[in-house]
């Protein structure tokens, strides 16, 4: 007796959800992208101030301001999502799911807003 | 003067069939009629070969479960008057094996839900001497995982299940859980194997899509991801242990 | 059923995979923003001496460290498993390739970090 067995292929595309999922895992392309130009930027730091100073020109072009352009997009994606699912990792604690999100989120935009003041 | 809406179901006879097709059935309808019923109108009225689970109506036996236009659901509790003027398109729940139109093969997940043990392991305490205590705060550890239905929908959700039929899968994951959670238990390290295994917790990647079509609110990504913690932390700790 | 029920080693991966998720939810998008868009296009300025300055003490050191190092070890741990969502078949080795690459990428921050 033949139980049929459907595929899997393109199972993400056939549902709005899966596709959501999909963008979320993406930016971990992006991550890992750009924790290589970081190790890029400290070896050109660790060969002195020429190198150092060239390797800082050579983000001012159109290609690299692009890719960090959708990289901070993604990740915002990512950081997002991330704590909209944080209460569903953590032990059993009494207090709402929604408050979890929030000083998660909160605490985003917090470390966010005194990483550019430190900057300025 | 009632209106007709039309209802597409994948078609598979094994004896006949080498692959599944469609078939569309006009079905009049009224607008308190759920998916099940359509079901119902054409096995009675237009196509008595067409073959579906179904039993109480009323979504606490887990039976009717379907693809509703790509969306795993209950028949009985999925309205016609929602996709009107639309086709229904009503196919088996997905990643398990059809075994005849909108009946799928169940025995993966029976097995699935036997490894996880799911009873109350209490060798100390016999009911027949002595009742078992529980305050509302011990019953709330573990009352929302026990609301489980099997009615499969969250193993349709998952593509992790979709991509490997080795992963344990949400509903069981959510019972073993259950059962752990449970103050009357005592047997979470009998249970801790299948949580620790590649194909235990560790298959999930927390789509969460399990959650979104759960019709009871059992919240399974929530038990697996905890437990995932728990896995850790047998991990790390063991050696401590011993 | 004996090597299905194996342990699996997913805890070590997965806790670093957490902790680099988190430091990124919290810091990542903004950390983009100024080192590859504010930075190049003037609207902060970094000098080669700040840099050095910042890389020269310790706590500074673990900072860029744990950056570089949990981003690797989140990221491809998510690409491993997003290889395994489209379909293709994951083995030990891809597993090794992927999560030695992280362990690659924290070593040679590690080294450059004792170098500044």
Redesign the interface.
């Known amino acids: ?6 595929p ?2 393109g ?2 595309r ?2 709005p ?2 596709l959501r ?2 963008l979320r ?15 890029a ?3 050109r ?2 060969q ?2 020429a190198p ?2 060239r390797w ?1 020109e050579g ?3 159109p290609l ?2 692009a ?3 959708a ?2 997009l993604l ?2 994606y ?2 997002w999502t ?2 909209k ?1 944080m ?6 604690v009494p207090v709402p799911d929604a408050a979890i999100v929030a000083a ?1 989120l909160a ?2 935009a917090v ?3 005194a ?2 003041w430190a ?2 | 003067m009632s209106r007709t809406i039309r209802i597409e179901c994948l078609r598979y006879h094994p004896e006949t069939d080498a692959a599944p097709r469609f078939q569309t059935y006009a079905v009049p309808f009224s607008d308190d009629m759920s998916v099940l019923q359509g079901l119902q109108y054409i096995k009675d009225y237009l196509d008595g070969s067409l073959t579906f689970r179904w039993s109480c109506r009323m979504a606490i036996c887990g039976s009717c479960g379907q693809m509703v236009n790509g969306v795993p659901a209950l028949g009985c509790e999925t309205f016609l008057r929602d996709y009107y003027p639309g086709t229904v398109r009503v196919e088996p729940l997905n990643h398990f094996p059809i075994v005849r139109d909108l009946a799928i093969d169940q025995t993966d997940f029976l097995a699935k839900l036997e490894s996880v043990k799911p009873w109350i392991i209490n060798e100390k305490d016999s009911p027949s001497e002595k009742t078992h205590v529980q305050t509302p705060g011990q019953m709330e550890e573990y009352y929302q995982y026990s609301k489980c239905i099997n009615c499969l929908l969250c193993y349709a959700a998952c593509p992790q299940y979709g991509l490997n039929s080795a992963f344990t899968g949400p509903a069981a994951l959510a019972l073993l859980h259950r059962y752990n959670a449970d103050s009357r238990d005592e047997g979470k390290s009998e249970r801790m194997q299948v949580v620790n295994a590649e194909d235990g917790v560790w298959g999930c990647t927390l789509v969460g899509y399990c959650s979104e079509v759960c019709p009871k609110d059992v919240d399974p990504a929530r038990a697996v991801n905890q437990n995932k913690i728990n896995s850790a932390r047998d991990y790390f700790l063991r050696f401590l242990r011993k | 059923m004996g090597d299905a029920l194996k342990r699996s080693n997913k805890p070590i991966f997965w806790s670093l995979f957490g902790a680099g998720g988190m430091l990124s939810a919290l810091i990542g998008p903004m950390l983009i923003f100024v080192t590859g868009i504010a930075l190049p296009l003037g609207l902060v300025h970094l000098s080669y001496e700040q840099a050095a300055a910042f890389s020269a003490h310790v706590p500074g050191k673990l900072a860029i460290l744990a950056v570089i190092s949990l981003f690797l070890f989140h990221g491809l741990h998510r690409m491993y498993h997003s290889v395994h969502d489209f379909g293709i078949h994951v083995g030990a080795g891809l597993k090794a390739l992927f999560h030695g690459v992280a362990f690659a990428g924290t070593l040679a921050a590690g080294a450059l970090l004792l170098m500044l």
Do not use: D
């Not at chain 1, 007796?1 to 459907?6: D, K, P, S």
């Open positions: 007796m033949r139980a049929y067995q459907r899997m292929a199972w993400w056939r549902n959800y899966y999922y999909m895992e993406a930016s971990c392309v992006f991550i890992t992208a750009y924790a290589f130009v970081l190790l930027g400290l070896w730091l660790a002195g101030k150092f100073e800082l983000l001012a072009h690299p301001i890719f960090h352009a990289a901070a990740v915002l990512h950081a991330w704590f699912v209460p569903k990792t953590l032990p059993r998660g605490a985003s470390l966010s807003a990483m550019l900057m300025l």
